[in-house]
């Protein structure tokens, strides 16, 4: 992994003296709330329902042991020992006190780490598939572009006061996409020409929130040198022409959309061929040195994992089977596997990790691995580098930890953002819904019935959850003070990626999980084969059915109707 050199570690330490600073400005009143929110959106400190909640940064979510075990002191001496793991590959702490938030700050930049651009209106953290490195199926790894664009991005005077918050994905994956570009204000995917020179095509205009629109190719091929100059032309095309005057209407996905993408492209362009002689082009030299930041550990020979890995998901322990069905995943490196680690059990809230169990995965990264850890874009974890013979060993420490519920790609391995429990932004309560359908849905047999299905809860439009592309989308709304739930179906974040759409009126917050047992029965019912995807059944047959099953009759929130 990149390991920061003099530079970088002058500049986070710098950052954390100067907001130590500002905080106490404001404390001893020198400073208006009004005054201070832009420097504290910029150090990743929001002010939420309850408390001011501290966003840190994990670039493409990839950390380190150590990390993980600062992370955990962090939890047990500031916080209320347990963090929060995002959809953005962030880690929050939602009970930060502000007087210690610069503490904070000085522990993180003890190990690397730091808040810096995790919230306000600039680039926010580079995400990336977190099985970049290890996949089979990639060309190349895409984590030496994503650092190199975070470099780039950081503290880049030009884009530090954007129209709106800008994200940015990378990919390296043909026909597939586990890092959701498409909806992305910029998706950036490794490709070849048809030469085999390598390069990207570029996404523009992605989104979700209050306007979900998926983005449109801009560029089919882009030379590698040029990837920076480009981006700088689109994010300079968006600051000069992005609307300020409607918080609503501030993302490039509005103004791609009202440019029209042929239009967008001809002012990108335009751009690009007046500022690309003084930009910055990537030298060979320069794309090898960051590539040997990445460079694969020394494996030790550990033989082929294919024929042992399918023994495992024969074995005659069936939970274990079926840990190594759905939670491991074979990797590049022969003898090797990447094991998925569900935040998602059955009693603990998604994304959530206790300090003691951060503790405990930092050990068994060094134990089983080369002390690396990735964070998913699902508020999963995952261990990159476990050889495939110590996977029964490695699944009952697990166990201990509660983090190896077989169920990743399943129902229950739901995305929800923190709901009316926490951000004063939302409409209604994600976390308690969340527990009540997977405790509902508990059955890992039937959950394996149901095969690979996508469910995200919103608590309002803003979509941390990601509802608008879930197979089956939630979102959390008011009805004249009392809390209700949208149903949404046919959404996908993956290279085919859709919009879900309502299927009628919002459910009370008594009937809404009945409701998606409705659909689930529904699925069940028309699906041609026990491989056809719920995905795929919904795109066959339309909505009409799951419609008729919901609306037909009166649904109850423990008995729904047979």
Excluded at 162 to 176: E, H, N, S, V
Excluded at 269 to 286: K, P
Excluded at 463 to 487: R, T
């Amino acid at each position: 992994m990149y390991r920061y050199d003099d530079d970088d570690k002058r500049l986070v330490r710098e950052r954390a003296e100067q907001f130590r600073g500002q905080v106490e400005r404001r404390i001893a009143g020198e400073i208006t709330e009004e005054e201070f929110k832009p420097l504290r959106l910029q150090n990743g400190l929001y002010l939420q329902l309850h408390a001011y909640m501290l966003r840190i940064a994990i670039p493409y979510g990839l950390f380190s042991s150590g990390q993980m075990r600062q992370l955990a002191h962090i939890a047990r001496t500031w916080d209320r020992g347990y963090g929060h793991f995002t959809t953005r590959q962030n880690i929050q702490f939602n009970w930060s006190k502000l007087d210690e938030v610069p503490d904070i700050l000085d522990a993180l930049a003890e190990v690397e780490m730091h808040a810096i651009q995790t919230s306000g209106n600039c680039i926010r953290n580079i995400t990336t598939d977190h099985l970049g490195g290890v996949a089979r199926d990639e060309l190349e790894d895409p984590r030496p572009w994503c650092e190199l664009t975070r470099q780039w991005s950081t503290f880049h005077p030009e884009f530090a006061h954007l129209p709106r918050k800008f994200k940015i994905a990378f990919t390296a994956t043909p026909g597939l996409d586990r890092a959701a570009i498409k909806l992305h204000d910029i998706g950036v995917r490794l490709v070849q020409s048809a030469d085999g020179d390598p390069g990207f095509e570029i996404w523009v205009g992605g989104g979700m929130g209050r306007t979900p629109i998926i983005g449109a190719c801009i560029r089919e091929f882009l030379p590698r040198r040029h990837l920076l100059s480009y981006l700088e032309a689109i994010l300079r095309v968006y600051n000069l022409n992005g609307r300020r005057d409607n918080i609503f209407r501030a993302r490039i996905k509005i103004l791609v959309s009202s440019l029209g993408i042929e239009r967008f492209r001809e002012l990108v362009e335009e751009e690009w061929a007046a500022s690309r002689e003084d930009a910055m082009e990537f030298r060979d030299d320069e794309i090898a040195r960051m590539q040997s930041f990445f460079a694969p550990p020394a494996y030790p020979a550990a033989g082929s994992s294919d024929e042992l890995l399918l023994s495992y998901r024969q074995a005659e322990d069936l939970e274990f089977a079926r840990f190594a069905r759905n939670n491991v995943v074979l990797h590049k490196q022969p003898g090797y596997s990447a094991v998925v680690l569900s935040l998602k059990s059955f009693d603990a809230p998604a994304g959530d990790l206790s300090d003691t169990q951060m503790d405990s995965i930092a050990n068994l990264a060094d134990r089983f691995g080369f002390g690396e850890i990735r964070a998913t874009h699902n508020q999963d974890l995952v261990l990159p580098d476990v050889r495939t013979s110590d996977l029964p060993e490695l699944w009952r420490e697990l166990q201990t930890l509660d983090v190896a519920t077989a169920n990743a790609g399943r129902l229950t391995d739901l995305i929800c953002c923190p709901g009316l429990d926490f951000c004063n932004l939302a409409n209604a309560r994600s976390l308690p819904l969340a527990q009540e359908i997977r405790q509902r849905f508990d059955d890992l047999d039937y959950l394996d019935d149901l095969g690979p299905l996508s469910l995200k809860i919103s608590g309002c439009i803003n979509a941390c959850g990601h509802h608008h592309v879930g197979n089956i989308g939630i979102l959390g709304i008011d009805k004249k003070g009392e809390e209700f739930y949208q149903l949404m179906l046919g959404g996908s974040a993956d290279d085919d990626a859709s919009l879900g759409r309502v299927l009628g009126p919002a459910f009370s917050r008594d009937v809404i999980v009945g409701a998606v047992d409705r659909v689930l029965q529904t699925y069940l019912g028309l699906r041609e084969s026990d491989d056809e995807t719920f995905i795929e059944a919904y795109r066959r047959v339309g909505e009409a059915p799951f419609r008729d099953a919901l609306y037909g009759q009166v649904l109850y929130a423990n008995h729904p109707p047979a």
